[in-house]
């Protein structure tokens, strides 16, 4: 069983990249051989999706840039969830991560094959209410595309996702609440997702 981190950063090892790590920690906590794998965007060509339909029927994409690269890891069958994590850029997503998510479209069109992996979304952003939330939502729209089951971050905030600020002091790895949501998020992708896998083999 995996969980995959998509982290949409165009800078790499920064704030996005470090709440991931600490979220997929959290993940790999909650069961024996639950894997991590963590995808950084950053440095990789990944151009808009063109809408030209070549996907319908192949797992394929006529654009020759590094998002062919990771089709088998997206395809694996052993990914149970998917936590996507975005920077905040003028209170939405990252364009990394929305090149990112309209190239997906091809697993929705080949037999679903993100259907019933948990999602939750992960977002930095560089003030506490820069539009963490309405990213987060909005990343959350495109898992329901996909009919994924998404998560809060699970309890004691339960909220729409991992909400983290970076511009204080420091950094975002100083901003102990944010990482705490992202602690969680992780947690509960991991726990809902071997609770499905465990209810599907009775």
């Known amino acids: ?34 894997k991590t794998v963590l995808i950084e965007l950053a440095g990789l060509d990944i151009r808009p999706c063109l ?30 969830g998917m936590i996507i994590g975005t920077p905040v850029y003028f209170g939405m997503m990252a364009a990394q991560c929305k090149a990112f998510i309209d190239r997906c479209v091809m697993f929705r069109r080949n037999g679903w094959i993100f259907r019933n992996r948990v999602g939750g979304v992960l977002a930095v952003g560089g003030v506490r209410n820069g539009g963490q939330e309405l990213t987060i939502q909005a990343v959350q729209a495109a898992m329901l595309c996909h009919d994924m089951v998404c998560v809060s971050d699970g309890q004691p905030t339960a909220h729409f996702g991992a909400t983290v600020f970076s511009g204080t002091a420091g950094g975002a790895e100083r901003d102990d609440f944010g990482m ?13 997702a071997l609770r499905m896998r465990n209810t599907n083999r009775r």
Do not use: W, Y
Not at 51 to 80: K, R, Y
């Open 51 to 80: 809408a030209c339909g070549e996907c319908n029927s192949q797992l394929a994409c006529p654009i020759e840039d590094d998002f062919a690269s990771l089709i088998p890891t997206l395809a694996d069958e052993e990914v149970v």
């Open 1 to 34: 069983m995996k969980v995959l981190g998509i982290c949409c950063s165009p800078r790499p090892g920064q704030a996005t990249f470090k709440a991931m790590q600490v979220c997929l920690a959290a993940a790999r906590e909650q069961g024996e051989g639950l």
């Open 180 to 192: 705490q949501t992202a602690s969680h998020l992780g947690k509960r992708v991991a726990e809902v």
